[in-house]
């Protein structure tokens, strides 16, 4: 298993209201500038992990941040965590490099992400 696909949180994505200033701000606290800057997404990698930054929530409405836990199948581990009683959210789709993501809530209304990279 490479260290993509390795399970754990290593994705967390932020939404933002001011792109600009959140860039300045998680630049300054991650010590390193975006790998990904665009108008529609931010993202930054450091120690191993991704941060996000995805302006006013993004077409899937986030109003807190999501921790995406990696998997290594995603159509496997929703099966489970939904026979486990979470609730889909976003079904898995294709986000673009082959990386697929998912969210689902647990009964408590916490969104959880899941990803996979192929």
Known sequence: MTSSSAPGIRTVLHPVSDLATAKKVYAALLGVPP??????????????QHIGLVPNGGPQGMTSPVAYWHVPDIEAKLAEVTAAGATVQEPA???GGGRLVATVTDPDGNVLGLLQDR
Request: proline share 6%; net charge negative.
């Open 35 to 48: 790998q990904t800057d665009g108008p529609y997404y931010v993202g930054f990698e450091a120690a191993g």
């Open 93 to 95: 789709h294709d986000v």
